[in-house]
């Protein structure tokens, strides 16, 4: 397990001290938005080596100038809600994701709400899938973390149960598995999260989710079918809320192995470049990756 540094330690106060009442008392999510844009590149730091390519879809590209331009692609769909974030604001995580496990990365872009409530997102991310498969390069992984992990669920299954070529492996950082339930009794579950206010799940189900039931199985993929899909490694912290769908994930699906982290704030992976227990994090679920592409 990783030694905390100075950084860790400092990025883990900022998120409890900083970042959790911004996103209790910032409740406009474009400007939480705009914030999020200045400050997630901040934290992190992007390899000297990977400058990312820009797409006509404004997807990132990423490749590890070790691997080259035929190594197997990872797509990568960022978190924030589905209100906040995009590929750049993740795009420290994805290159050093991409440089662990061998493989070039493309970090796509799907549409946010409350502008683009449920299905966007949802539509965005199997449709950049299609593409990929399109253009021939279809994804060997599939990767995302809170909402997107949550994208990436919907993406394999849209997979499977079209019948087109599915993914060798799933990576799931502190997905959202389902989005349904009581927010206060998930909360009293989770006395040491660190980052998520009850106020931010809330506001998701208000601006993602206006007169959607949350229960739907095509909203919260713990609700649906989660049989046959690729192998899975889902990585949270131990005292988070999301852990508890972390767990769900692992008696719901056929192979998943779960690798829950001390003492961290959700998503601690997106300060990869500054922190220890960042870059630790990705090495391991790189070499999961590495491993289940063999």
Not at 32 to 57: Q, S
Not at 104 to 117: G, T
Not at 197 to 212: E, G, H, K, Q, S
Request: glycine share 8%; charged share 20%.
């Amino acid at each position: 397990m990783t030694t905390y540094t100075f950084a860790d330690r400092f990025f883990r106060w900022q998120a409890r001290y900083v970042e959790r009442p911004t996103l209790h008392f910032v409740s406009p999510q474009p400007l939480l938005r705009r914030i999020f844009a200045v400050t997630a590149p901040l934290g992190a730091a992007i390899p000297r080596d990977m400058a990312p390519m820009e797409d006509a879809n404004g997807a990132l590209w990423f490749t590890p100038p070790e691997v080259g331009p035929d190594a197997p692609l990872l797509m990568y769909i960022h978190g924030g809600g589905f209100t906040i974030g995009g590929p750049r604001t993740h795009a420290a995580l994805v290159a050093h994701l991409a440089r662990a496990a061998g493989m070039r990365a493309v970090a796509i872009r799907y549409r946010l709400a409350p502008e683009y409530p449920f299905p966007a997102a949802r539509d965005d991310a199997v449709d950049a899938y299609d593409r990929l498969l399109a253009a021939g390069t279809p994804p060997a992984a599939v990767c995302g973390d809170s909402a997107g992990g949550c994208l990436a669920l919907q993406v394999a299954q849209h997979a499977r149960d079209s019948g087109i070529v599915q993914p060798k492996a799933l990576g799931l950082i502190a997905p959202i598995g389902d989005i349904s339930g009581d927010i206060p009794s998930r909360f009293a579950g989770a006395p040491d999260e660190i980052l998520i206010p009850p106020a931010w799940p809330r506001r998701l189900l208000t601006n993602y989710l206006p007169d959607i039931d949350p229960a739907d199985p095509a909203v919260s993929p713990l609700r649906g079918d989660l049989s046959n899909l690729p192998p899975t490694m889902v990585q949270a912290a131990t005292g988070e809320t999301l852990a508890q769908d972390a767990q769900r994930l692992a008696n719901a699906m056929d192979d998943v192995s779960v690798d829950l982290w001390p003492e961290l704030a959700h998503v601690w992976h997106l300060h990869a470049g500054r922190s220890r227990a960042a870059d630790d994090a990705l090495k391991r679920l790189g070499a999961f990756l590495r491993d289940a592409l063999r």
